[in-house]
């Protein structure tokens, strides 16, 4: 049977916590079904983003994969750079890594939260460049110290992977537009978080725009909602204010959360409307729908999350909003 056509702007993110024996398939049949890159993460206690990484590029055949993301603080560069430089060597043109700060709580936990995370990011993602790049490499910063590091000529690779920033603040926004070839903002993206979070980049060259949503496709829109609302129960904790900030009933969500016992009656409570604006969700047509409304907002790439208890059956429903 012929393969379906790969829609080059639509990928899937790899669940973290997959059971080990379904990621290979998992891959596999994203790849299968169209769907034009899987992105890993590297959430502290679950799985590292470079193995995770490795495995699906070498188990698939065109799929892109992305990083999303590598915390700068917890690698030394140069060897980022040796790990980066191998995948991209190795799957030439498929390859795209994401850096960022990490989750404040989740790096100072290991103790590798920095006093000016801006600042390290910056020296991070110049020097990663650098590297990637062949060149002999010296630098004394505030957090990167590099005197003379260079890749061997037979470790570097043919297509320097982009480098994007995952990042979600005004300032690390402003910092990505200027150091990165792209930005990864996390789940949820609407319209309105996007086109706030292009405002601040202000890229003055091509700037990718990849964008993590909760995603439920179902033939009863009703249906779709109800597997999308537990995803979000996150969304109403500080860190995430960002996201929630540029919507009409921002101060509505705020509101309801600091009226909710727990994240698990938060979602539960939250409007449907809310759930459609705030996830791709609903039904084939509505989904496709959802997806125009980002690309209009500058989203270059979307990364569906799938949800419920059988992932590798949900990328059969998310395929529907392919090809459209």
Request: with cysteine; glycine share 10%; proline share 8%.
């Amino acid at each position: 049977m012929r393969s379906p056509a790969t829609d080059r702007t639509v990928g899937v993110l790899l669940p973290r916590d997959l059971p080990a024996d379904r990621i290979l398939p998992y891959a596999r049949r994203a790849e299968e079904l169209g769907f034009g890159a899987l992105w890993v993460v590297e959430d502290l206690g679950f799985r590292g983003g470079i193995a995770q990484a490795a495995a699906v590029l070498a188990s698939t055949d065109r799929i892109r994969v992305g990083i999303g993301l590598l915390p700068a603080g917890a690698r030394n560069v140069a060897f980022a750079a040796l790990e980066i430089a191998s995948l991209a060597q190795l799957f030439p043109g498929r390859v795209d890594v994401a850096v960022g700060h990490g989750m404040p709580a989740w790096m100072r936990s290991v103790g590798q939260w920095p006093r000016s995370p801006l600042t390290l990011l910056r020296e991070y993602v110049d020097a990663l460049r650098a590297l990637l790049r062949g060149e002999l490499t010296q630098r004394r910063g505030q957090y990167v110290h590099l005197d003379g590091v260079q890749l061997d000529p037979s470790a570097l690779p043919d297509v320097v992977p982009d480098i994007l920033a995952g990042v979600r603040g005004p300032k690390s926004l402003a910092l990505s537009g200027e150091v990165a070839d792209g930005t990864v903002l996390a789940e949820p993206v609407a319209p309105e978080y996007a086109r706030a979070a292009l405002g601040h980049i202000a890229a003055g060259r091509p700037h990718r725009l990849v964008a993590y949503n909760i995603a439920s496709v179902d033939a009863d829109p009703l249906a779709a909602l109800t597997a999308a609302r537990p995803g979000l129960e996150w969304i109403g904790e500080p860190d995430w204010h960002a996201h929630i900030a540029p919507l009409p009933f921002a101060d509505e969500l705020v509101a309801l959360r600091s009226g909710c016992a727990s994240r698990e009656e938060f979602a539960r409570r939250m409007p449907d409307d809310w759930i459609a604006r705030l996830a791709v969700a609903g039904s084939p047509e509505e989904a496709r729908a959802r997806l125009d409304g980002l690309r209009a907002a500058g989203v270059t790439d979307i990364a569906l999350a799938p949800v419920g208890p059988d992932p590798v059956g949900a990328l059969e429903s998310l395929a529907t909003v392919l090809g459209a």
